[in-house]
């Protein structure tokens, strides 16, 4: 724990982290200021009216009259102004650095540009099946330091390449990179500055966990975990065995569950539930709450859900598939009875979509592009069409579903450039599916 009693410390960014960060400031009787460059911040209502607060901009006199500055992982410490205190020996930190300065009990930390947060929840769900008290928060659900206002036995935290740029003191009992694809290259230089960002998650860890099938998941030299295990679906500690056309979850040679048992469908989800098992293991998660949760878990919404299903055409709503990887993970190893119907399109960030060119480039795959980088995405095949709309896209491929088909909302892009958030789409996506009845 560290003493910030008397110290000026500077929040940049309201909303719940911003609130959060503020509480345990005050707690700590520091002289707390908020900034934030929005002219009207979400949350500046809920701010205690004694602190300060500058909206707009970045003060730079604020920034350098500060002993610290905890700043928002939605800026990026490039920034002018930050390097700037940098530069006067002002400390930056994030929410998270915070955190783990203080948390007393066991950090199992999950990052990776795809399947994080689907890992995460399963993981809280085998440590509460297993009778432990388990603080789910980081870059899912609640802020990290709201979390240690409850007497939890374990923390789960899902963490972003913009949360690990700026911590320092984790130290998780275990860790993993689950895999690395292009994503955020708006704000990266290149994709290994984006990689290096990520294994920040395993400096000093205990166990680090790695993607047998994913190199860029691999330790460097300068990451200092004490062991190391894998998944893959084959040739790793944790892989998948076939057998009489069947596949089981494996751990060595322990025999964990038949992937028929679990709720989770999909090669990728598979993969994910291996991660979960390594890293439940490792943090000592007794197996029977391992089995139950993933005889339980149903997987988080707007990740490759069944939204909807009528006259034999399912109705897919992936709208968290937010960059090209995670396209890629939805799209490897499908296998469907009739023609795929995908949707595509948004805010690419920048992406390279080619390699999803090979794997849309097929006879029964049919695409429908839209938004912002829609022209780009329709490029890649030669059976695309292009579209203003997602709602025009169904509204075009409809009629001509028959029985077998899919409908795949697997966008590849952020929403932002027409929906407020990813989950927006996928209810847009879920409700437009349900029309299908009526029509």
């Given at each position: 724990?560290?003493?910030?009693?008397?110290?000026?410390?500077?929040?940049?960014?309201?909303?719940?982290?911003?609130?959060?960060?503020?509480?345990?400031?005050?707690?700590?009787?520091?002289?707390?200021?908020?900034?934030?460059?929005?002219?009207?911040?979400?949350?500046?209502?809920?701010?205690?009216?004694?602190?300060?607060?500058?909206?707009?901009?970045?003060?730079?006199?604020?920034?350098?009259?500060?002993?610290?500055?905890?700043?928002?992982?939605?800026?990026?410490?490039?920034?002018?102004?930050?390097?700037?205190?940098?530069?006067?020996?002002?400390?930056?930190?994030?929410?998270?650095?915070?955190?783990?300065?203080?948390?007393?009990?066991?950090?199992?930390?999950?990052?990776?540009?795809?399947?994080?947060?689907?890992?995460?929840?399963?993981?809280?769900?085998?440590?509460?099946?297993?009778?432990?008290?388990?603080?789910?928060?980081?870059?899912?659900?609640?802020?990290?330091?709201?979390?240690?206002?409850?007497?939890?036995?374990?923390?789960?935290?899902?963490?972003?390449?913009?949360?690990?740029?700026?911590?320092?003191?984790?130290?998780?009992?275990?860790?993993?990179?689950?895999?690395?694809?292009?994503?955020?290259?708006?704000?990266?230089?290149?994709?290994?500055?984006?990689?290096?960002?990520?294994?920040?998650?395993?400096?000093?860890?205990?166990?680090?966990?790695?993607?047998?099938?994913?190199?860029?998941?691999?330790e460097d030299d300068k990451q200092s975990a004490q062991q190391q295990v894998s998944f893959a679906e084959n040739n790793a500690d944790y892989w998948l065995k076939t057998e009489n056309g069947k596949k089981y979850l494996m751990a060595k040679d322990e025999l964990i569950l038949a992937c028929d048992e679990i709720k989770l469908t999909g090669r990728h989800n598979h993969m994910n539930a291996l991660a979960a098992i390594a890293l439940a293991q490792a943090a000592g998660i007794k197996n029977s709450g391992i089995l139950t949760a993933l005889r339980t878990f149903p997987g988080l919404a707007h990740r490759f859900q069944l939204a909807h299903m009528a006259n034999g055409v399912r109705w897919v709503n992936d709208s968290k598939a937010t960059n090209v990887g995670s396209t890629v993970a939805a799209l490897t190893g499908l296998h469907i009875e009739?023609?795929?119907?995908?949707?595509?399109?948004?805010?690419?960030?920048?992406?390279?979509?080619?390699?999803?060119?090979?794997?849309?480039?097929?006879?029964?795959?049919?695409?429908?592009?839209?938004?912002?980088?829609?022209?780009?995405?329709?490029?890649?095949?030669?059976?695309?069409?292009?579209?203003?709309?997602?709602?025009?896209?169904?509204?075009?491929?409809?009629?001509?579903?028959?029985?077998?088909?899919?409908?795949?909302?697997?966008?590849?892009?952020?929403?932002?450039?027409?929906?407020?958030?990813?989950?927006?789409?996928?209810?847009?996506?879920?409700?437009?599916?349900?029309?299908?009845?009526?029509?």
């Amino acid at each position: 724990m560290k003493d910030y009693q008397g110290k000026n410390i500077t929040v940049i960014g309201l909303g719940k982290t911003g609130l959060s960060c503020v509480d345990f400031l005050t707690a700590k009787k520091a002289n707390v200021r908020v900034i934030d460059t929005r002219k009207i911040p979400a949350g500046a209502e809920q701010l205690d009216k004694s602190i300060p607060l500058h909206t707009g901009s970045l003060n730079q006199q604020w920034l350098l009259e500060s002993d610290m500055i905890v700043i928002s992982p939605g800026l990026s410490v490039k920034t002018a102004e930050i390097q700037t205190a940098l530069s006067a020996g002002v400390e930056v930190v994030g929410d998270i650095e915070l955190f783990c300065r203080e948390a007393a009990k066991p950090v199992i930390a999950i990052t990776g540009s795809n399947g994080k947060s689907t890992v995460t929840a399963l993981v809280t769900e085998m440590g509460k099946a297993a009778g432990l008290s388990v603080g789910m928060g980081g870059n899912i659900g609640i802020p990290a330091l709201s979390l240690l206002n409850e007497n939890h036995d374990l923390y789960v935290l899902e963490l972003s390449s913009f949360q690990l740029e700026t911590t320092y003191s984790l130290k998780a009992t275990a860790a993993t990179v689950l895999n690395v694809t292009e994503d955020h290259m708006n704000r990266y230089a290149d994709l290994e500055e984006y990689r290096q960002a990520k294994l920040n998650i395993y400096h000093h860890c205990q166990t680090a966990v790695i993607n047998g099938e994913d190199p860029l998941t691999k330790e460097d030299d300068k990451q200092s975990a004490q062991q190391q295990v894998s998944f893959a679906e084959n040739n790793a500690d944790y892989w998948l065995k076939t057998e009489n056309g069947k596949k089981y979850l494996m751990a060595k040679d322990e025999l964990i569950l038949a992937c028929d048992e679990i709720k989770l469908t999909g090669r990728h989800n598979h993969m994910n539930a291996l991660a979960a098992i390594a890293l439940a293991q490792a943090a000592g998660i007794k197996n029977s709450g391992i089995l139950t949760a993933l005889r339980t878990f149903p997987g988080l919404a707007h990740r490759f859900q069944l939204a909807h299903m009528a006259n034999g055409v399912r109705w897919v709503n992936d709208s968290k598939a937010t960059n090209v990887g995670s396209t890629v993970a939805a799209l490897t190893g499908l296998h469907i009875e009739g023609k795929l119907h995908l949707l595509l399109g948004g805010d690419g960030k920048g992406a390279d979509f080619s390699e999803l060119e090979k794997l849309i480039n097929k006879p029964e795959i049919f695409c429908y592009c839209f938004g912002q980088d829609g022209a780009h995405l329709a490029k890649l095949s030669s059976q695309s069409q292009l579209f203003n709309t997602m709602e025009q896209a169904i509204e075009t491929l409809r009629p001509t579903l028959k029985p077998g088909d899919m409908v795949l909302l697997s966008p590849a892009c952020a929403s932002l450039d027409q929906f407020a958030s990813f989950e927006k789409r996928g209810e847009e996506f879920t409700r437009l599916a349900k029309l299908s009845v009526a029509q």
